[in-house]
Every structure is written in C-alpha cells, then in structure tokens.
C-alpha cells in the first residue's frame, strides 16, 4: 500500500519534532516596521532565509518533490507565510496547504481559496479578536520571543515587547494609557524569572548568557541588575 507524503516545512519548531527529512525547518521572522524577513539566530544576513528556501527547495526537487505544506503556530494577517510562499514559488516549489494551531477568520478563508489542500488550524479566531498573543514576548531574553530589530551596529537583536525595548501598543494592542504599568509589570515578572533561573543554577546570569540578543544592553551586565535598571527609570 502506498501512502503519498507531503513534506511540511515549518516556521516553528517549538511545537513540532524536526526531522529535517519530512519536516523541515524556515528559520525566519518579520524585521519590526519592514515587511523584509529575516533569520531568528541573530545573524545580519538579511538574505538568510532566501538561502534556506533555496537549499530546502534543491533538497526536495533533488528527491523529486514539487509540493510541500507550510506549519506555523499562529496565521494572523498570513502575511510573512504569503511572502514565504512566493520565494518557494521561484525555486519551483508549490506550497499546497499550511497547518498552524490558531488562525483568524479572514487568513482561514483566504488560504483555503488559493491553496489546494487550503489551512487547517485546531482553532478559529473570531472577527472580534483584536490581536494574538503569546506569554513568551513579554518575558526578557526568552529564546524565540520578541520580535527582531537592527541595532546601530547593523546587528539584528531581539526585542520583547515592552518598554524600554519594544512597543507594547503597536506589538500587542496595549492601550496607550496603560503602556507604562504594563511594561513594569512585564519586567517585574521578567525579575522574577531570571531570581529563580540564577536560584536554581547556582550563578549570576550575564547578557551575554542569553539566548538572544536584546537591543541596547551591555553583554558584560547582570540580567537581574540591567532589568531593575530599566524598572526604577520607566
């Protein structure tokens, strides 16, 4: 008996096992107010997720696969899965489908008109759903939170989305009003996180512990000191 098999390449892999054979992995994020992707890893390679698309892709032809399925955790707008779609469209490879976990309404219809095997999610966002989104952004130096930003020194790094770091109303619909005492609130939380990590590890967590890269921070500093920093100025 056989059964056909359609490659998924994925944009998370915190919710799916890579296998780097039938599931495969795009490394690569919107850059803050750019429609531009770019890498995760911290790299300032701003063509770093054409040249994964163009060795995924070599690799799936060189097996003689055309088709794959796109996964992500979350379609909002769809609109970095749409951009991924057209760059797997120039190296010959036909994105027949996307499967994620949460979709909103206007992504859900508009993918299951223009995609064969269309999106499928676990769950659907009403109309009424201002915005998404996810407890690992508002935490300090989480690996895969926050959203990339270009330093001055051309280097991508991560930030969360509160202040001093990031925007918390054009990030996640904060009201105006309530910017600040959500954003101390976030790294009051984020203190508290990092006491119990050094607690438990028995060490002193420095920036440059982290694993990602958090924009106008000095590598050599105290997580827990660079953070009740930030909580007496805002």
Do not use: H
Request: proline letters at 3%; aromatic letters at 10%.
């Amino acid at each position: 008996m056989f059964i056909w098999c359609i490659p998924i390449v994925s944009l998370d892999k915190i919710y799916l096992s890579i296998d780097n054979e039938n599931i495969l992995f795009l490394d690569c994020t919107r850059l803050d107010g750019s429609k531009e992707l770019v890498s995760r890893n911290g790299t300032n390679t701003f063509n770093s997720v054409t040249l994964q698309i163009q060795s995924i892709s070599k690799y799936l032809l060189d097996r003689g696969i055309k088709n794959i399925i796109l996964a992500d955790d979350v379609v909002f707008s769809g609109s970095v899965l749409r951009t991924v779609i057209n760059l797997f469209k120039e190296q010959n490879i036909e994105v027949i489908g996307i499967r994620s976990a949460i979709s909103t309404s206007s992504s859900y219809q508009l993918f299951n008109e223009i995609l064969p095997l269309g999106l499928k999610c676990g769950y659907l966002m009403s109309e009424q759903v201002i915005d998404q989104i996810c407890e690992r952004d508002f935490y300090f130096g989480i690996a895969g939170s926050g959203i990339s930003t270009i330093g001055i020194d051309k280097t991508i790094y991560k930030a969360p989305y509160f202040i001093p770091y990031g925007d918390p109303v054009a990030r996640a619909s904060i009201p105006q009003k309530d910017q600040i005492t959500f954003s101390k609130n976030c790294l009051a939380r984020s203190i508290i996180l990092w006491e119990e990590i050094e607690r438990l590890s028995k060490r002193k967590i420095l920036i440059k512990d982290l694993p990602e890269k958090i924009a106008n921070t000095n590598e050599y500093d105290g997580v827990i000191k660079t953070l009740k920093k930030e909580w007496k100025r805002i």
